[in-house]
Nanobody
Framework: VQLQASGGGLVEAGESLKLSCTAS????????MAWHRQLPGQERQLVAR???????DYADFVKGRFTISRDNGKNAVYLQMNGLKPEDTGVYYC?????????WGQGTLVTVSS
C-alpha cells in the first residue's frame, strides 16, 4: 500500500488549504483513513479520521475549522482546512489502517504566516 499526499503550501493566517491523499495497492473495504500532523519540535498527533462509512472524529484543536472527507471510489481522503492559524504550521501526514496495519504517506508541509 502506498499513499501520496499533496496540497500543502504557504498561506496567511485565516486562509484555507485543501490536502489530498490517494492510496494505491492492495486496498480493502472497511479501512479507516486519517490525517495526522507533526508540529515543529512535537510528536505526531491525530488531526481527524474517517471510517469507510464516513463517520468522522476530530481533534479538539481543529473542530469547526477542518473537515475530513473521502472518496472510496478513488481511495482518497481529503482535509479541508479553513481559518488556518500560525500554530497549524507543520507537516501533515495521511494514513490508512486496514487489517491492523498502518500505512503512511510522505507528508506535506503546511506553513501559515501571521
Amino acid at each position: 500500500v502506498q499513499l501520496q499526499a499533496s496540497g500543502g503550501g504557504l498561506v496567511e493566517a485565516g486562509e484555507s488549504l485543501k490536502l489530498s491523499c490517494t492510496a494505491s495497492g492492495n486496498i480493502v473495504r472497511g479501512n479507516h483513513m486519517a490525517w495526522h500532523r507533526q508540529l515543529p519540535g512535537q510528536e505526531r498527533q491525530l488531526v481527524a479520521r474517517i471510517t469507510s462509512f464516513g463517520a468522522t472524529d476530530y481533534a479538539d484543536f481543529v473542530k469547526g475549522r477542518f473537515t475530513i472527507s473521502r472518496d472510496n471510489g478513488k481511495n482518497a481522503v481529503y482535509l479541508q482546512m479553513n481559518g488556518l492559524k500560525p500554530e497549524d504550521t507543520g507537516v501533515y501526514y495521511c494514513n490508512l489502517n486496514q487489517y491492523n496495519e498502518r500505512y503512511w504517506g510522505q507528508g506535506t508541509l503546511v506553513t501559515v504566516s501571521s
